[in-house]
């Protein structure tokens, strides 16, 4: 009978401990999945506390003003087709530069052409599909910058006016300089200037002349020493000259009011057709006779004009 009060004693004992063993673990499982939500809420936190504000300042989302109904309001992104032409033309121009320096002048002056293509195209596709924007003119003019004023001048120099020490630097300097002051002109004059005319020859023509003249001697053999020093410096002034062509008075008729949404007549289909097999028959010397006839328009132009003023 003495041995039986301990034991149940200890039984007590061990029974006690595991109820309350057990009264603990409950309140573990009920706390726990609250940890389990401020665990996972702090981890979330980081990210969008840390992560976010980087990926900001790398990028900053542009923002820029338009005109909706009357009313001033602000718009986030850019268009991407128009700019996609763009970017497009850009590339064509650096890939000119590349072709130049590794004495390939053909492929650089044809690289000159298609970025002319595709600068004809992206203000065309932005007003055929009304996505015209700020950015997307301020984009344009820099690639213009760069396919049609330095494109076109590293190309002539690498190709003739390298030899001509100052004087060859300095004329495409000068293309280089006539080039941005063109483009400068043209943008602060956009919304005050007759759409229908430029004044001053146009950058991608100018860019037209000058490498429509490497394409057609490179055809001819007048390549490195094989060019005569002669015709190096007819060429140097004729890249001077250009340049100056761009920032004079002269008016040259911009195409700008050709609608090509409209109907035509079908025989000027047919003159379309004419124009792409004449061109096929000899690419460089017909683009340079027809790019040398349009530059000259604009001095006779302005001399028609003058004389029409002064007989009224």
């Known amino acids: ?3 039986g009060r301990p034991i149940k004693v200890q039984f007590d004992t061990i ?3 595991l109820r309350e063993q057990a009264h603990n673990m409950d309140d573990q499982n009920e706390i726990a999945p609250e940890q389990k939500q401020s665990s996972s809420a702090a981890d979330e936190q980081p990210i969008s506390g840390t992560v976010a504000p980087r990926l900001d300042l790398l990028v900053d989302e542009h923002e820029e003003e338009v005109s909706e109904n009357g009313q001033t309001v602000r718009r986030q992104g850019i268009y ?3 700019n996609l032409f763009t970017t497009a033309a850009l590339f064509a121009g650096f890939y000119a530069i590349i072709a130049a320096m590794r004495g390939d002048f053909e492929s ?3 690289a000159i052409f298609f970025a002319m293509i595709l600068d004809g195209l992206d203000g065309r596709i932005a007003r055929l599909t009304n996505t015209s924007s700020k950015f997307g003119g301020e984009y344009d003019s820099l690639a213009d910058m760069v396919s049609f004023g330095v494109a076109p001048a590293l190309v002539m120099f690498s190709w003739a006016l390298g030899e001509l020490g100052k004087f060859g630097w300095s004329a495409a300097f000068i293309y280089v300089a006539c080039a941005a002051l063109r483009l400068a002109r043209f943008n602060t004059q956009i919304d005050t200037a007759d759409k229908n ?8 023509a100018a860019a037209g002349i000058i490498a429509s003249t490497v394409w057609v001697c490179n055809d001819l053999g007048w390549v490195g020493t094989a060019l005569p020093l002669e015709m190096s410096v007819v060429v140097g002034v004729l890249t001077a000259a250009v340049g100056f062509f761009m920032i004079a ?6 195409f700008k009011g050709i609608d090509f949404r409209g109907r035509v007549p079908f025989v000027v289909v047919i003159v379309v057709v004419l124009i792409f097999g004449l061109v096929t028959v000899d690419p460089p010397r017909i683009l340079l006779a027809g790019f040398l006839i349009y530059a000259m328009s604009g001095p006779i132009m ?3 004009n003058r004389g029409r003023q002064q007989a009224g």
């Open 249 to 254: 008075n002269f008016p040259y008729y911009s």
């Open 80 to 82: 991407l087709l128009p």
């Open 108 to 110: 650089a002056s044809i």
């Open 302 to 304: 302005l001399v028609v």
């Open 15 to 17: 029974l006690a401990e």
């Open 1 to 3: 009978m003495s041995l």
């Open 197 to 204: 005319y430029f004044t001053g020859l146009a950058s991608p």
